[in-house]
Antibody, heavy 121, light 107 residues
């Protein structure tokens, strides 16, 4: 079955960087992109961007341009997301999700378990 | 960015009730609307995509409708496992954006 397994919780100081991993299994990873979505405590869902696993193409939300980098390692079927220059309002659960494209739709059909990133001095 | 507004923000209902949640887009999004269910402490789970298509494994008591800017998620007969928060998401344009969520609670 499709599984996305994320790395463990992180605690970082303001200004630091964090790199979260998302290991995919149970499907042909090259056939799907991976999106990243975050959720601040008690808040809603916010899309950060996505990466094509087949060619490395990325598309980031304008808000995160220059501060977020998504990469892939197809040899280990793992996708990474790095967030730099962390601020307190980056404290959130970060999810990876499999991106499905169809006619008139882009949706996220399988999600990782989430990685809590806490930014605190 | 397209803004998605859900109503109500919270809702109390009883087992067996029929429940409807509304999602409105700030501009035309055709039928590019998806619904997710999120239980406390868990990742979101896809329920419906493309406004009306039920994701594999999702019970048939869930249904979606709408087009253009106004959409609804209906649960025909609430079950205990349906108490959760529901989010709509538009995929018409980048960035994909989510509604603020509707929390469904037991009455």
């Amino acid at each position: 079955q499709v599984q996305l397994l994320q790395s463990g919780a992180e605690v970082k100081k303001p200004g630091a960087s964090v790199k979260v991993s998302c290991k995919a299994s149970g499907y042909t990873i090259l056939n799907y992109g991976i999106s990243w979505v975050r959720q601040a405590p008690g808040q809603g869902l916010e899309w950060l961007g996505w990466i094509s696993v087949s060619n490395g193409h990325t598309n980031y939300a304008q808000k995160f341009q220059g501060r977020v980098t998504m990469t892939t390692d197809t040899s280990t079927t793992t996708v990474y997301m790095e967030v730099r220059d962390l601020r307190s309002d980056d404290t959130a659960i970060y999810y990876c999700a499999r991106r499905v494209i169809g006619y008139n739709t882009e949706h996220f059909d399988n999600w990782g378990q989430g990685t809590l990133v806490t930014v605190s001095s | 960015d397209i803004q998605m507004t859900q109503s109500p923000s919270s809702l109390s209902a009883s087992i067996g009730d029929r429940v409807t949640i509304t999602c409105r887009a700030s501009q035309y999004i055709s039928n590019s609307l998806n619904w997710y269910q999120q239980k406390s402490g868990k990742a979101p789970n896809l329920l419906i995509y493309g406004t009306t298509s039920l994701e594999t494994g999702v019970p048939s008591r869930f249904s979606g409708s709408g087009s253009g800017t106004d959409f609804t998620l209906t649960i025909s007969s609430l079950q205990p496992e349906d108490f959760a928060t529901y989010y709509c998401q538009q995929s018409y344009s980048t960035p994909p954006t989510f509604g603020q969520g509707t929390r469904l609670e037991i009455k």
